[in-house]
């Protein structure tokens, strides 16, 4: 019985042992907090990455911020209750109430609403986000600017930057960021897809130098360019980058064109191969790519020209993704042979003709300014 008893005792002691091991310093903590006067505590709310004073409007966008509570001496408050709330401005919060860790932060994030969601307003909408301390009348705030997704346009074969000239000069009257990919279109759709990548890259470190948060961009992409887009989101580079929230395709021969096949003949560029219907880029990459070649995270649109001299609707078509295509007329077709011969093989008036035309404007436009279809899942 007595050494029962003490097996009982010994038993009790131990756990009392590991309770105030595990629990007393947590509790010590706490009411350390509750007995220090608040008004002596620092509280700061600011980005994690870093100086930011802007960020991309787009829902899958997350802004991951730190309160931070400090005493006057500047030392860490460890178990601090905070309460987040957004003071101005729409979104959504991780957490709206925490404690702060051993460092005396607590990490939340912000996610904005897309942009097109914002109140329409010619000036930069922006967000307030304020921490507070719980039995504490101080607080502390940032605000920041809400910008719609970056736009980056990458043209076809044969192409440059000046055939989207009066696209980007549209789209930026109406508060969109364009820039353009530059890129040798003659060493095909692979190596192009290397440019994007590192493009992409670039352009958010450009960004985040001038204080910008972008995660995602727009591509709108024409003819080949629209193929380096296909490849790139496909890729498995892609799969840790995660760096395009739309693509807008414009007659894009996403099956191949015979105008190259015919091409062939004439030239020896890796994109003219590449554009062949019977090339290895349709029958054996885009294939074995992830979806064959359409990521389905990726929201897209896909406009045509209903004379195109390069790309036919058969080929324009995304069907196969159950994404349907819109097509615009933009005059008749006077593509010849002789065009081939002369050098121009993909300079077919209605070919470019999409990206000057006022109603193809306004429609990506609109696409810019909602949300998108997204392609369906294909078995390979």
């Not at 802007?54 to 997350?62: D, V």
């Not at 076809?156 to 820039?179: D, H, I, M």
């Not at 030239?267 to 074995?288: G, R």
């Amino acid at each position: 019985m007595q050494h029962n008893l003490k097996l009982l005792l010994t038993s009790v002691f131990f756990a009392l042992i590991l309770f105030l091991l595990f629990f007393l310093k947590p509790i010590s903590n706490y009411v350390y907090y509750f007995i220090y006067n608040k008004e002596n505590l620092v509280l700061n709310v600011s980005a994690v990455n870093g100086p930011i004073q802007a960020i991309c409007a787009e829902s899958s966008n997350r802004f991951v911020l730190k309160a931070s509570v400090k005493s006057s001496e500047g030392k860490p408050m460890k178990n601090a209750p905070v309460k987040i709330f957004i003071e101005n401005g729409i979104g959504k919060l991780s957490s709206e109430t925490g404690t702060t860790n051993d460092f005396g932060e607590f990490l939340f994030s912000y996610t904005p609403p897309n942009f097109f969601e914002l109140e329409s307003s010619k000036s930069t909408p922006t967000v307030k986000i304020t921490a507070q301390m719980k039995n504490s009348a101080k607080s502390s705030s940032i605000e920041i600017k809400l910008i719609p997704t970056p736009v980056v346009m990458i043209y076809g074969f044969q192409e440059s930057a000046e055939v989207y000239a009066n696209l980007a000069e549209f789209l930026t009257e109406n508060r969109f960021e364009c820039s353009i990919m530059d890129y040798d279109t003659k060493a095909g759709v692979i190596q192009g897809a290397r440019v994007l990548e590192n493009y992409l890259f670039q352009k958010k470190q450009e960004y985040m130098s001038k204080g910008i948060l972008v995660n995602k961009f727009t591509l709108i992409t024409h003819s080949m360019g629209g193929l380096v887009a296909r490849y790139y989101t496909t890729s498995e580079n892609y799969l840790k980058n995660e760096d395009v929230n739309k693509i807008i395709f414009t007659s894009v021969p996403h099956k191949g064109s015979y105008i190259a096949t015919l091409g062939q003949t004439f030239y020896n560029d890796q994109s003219v191969k590449d554009l062949a219907p019977d090339s290895d880029l349709f029958t054996n990459v885009f294939e074995s790519a992830i979806n064959k070649g359409l990521n389905t995270s990726i929201q897209v649109a896909n406009i045509a020209s209903q004379y195109d001299e390069v790309v036919t609707e058969e080929s324009s078509s995304l069907e196969e993704w159950k994404i349907s295509t819109e097509t615009f007329i933009i005059g008749e077709s006077s593509f010849t042979v002789d065009s081939i011969l002369s050098g121009d093989l993909l300079n077919a008036p209605n070919h470019k003709g999409i990206l000057n035309n006022t109603k193809v404007f306004q429609r990506i436009l609109e696409m810019l300014n909602s949300n998108l279809s997204y392609p369906a899942e294909v078995v390979n």
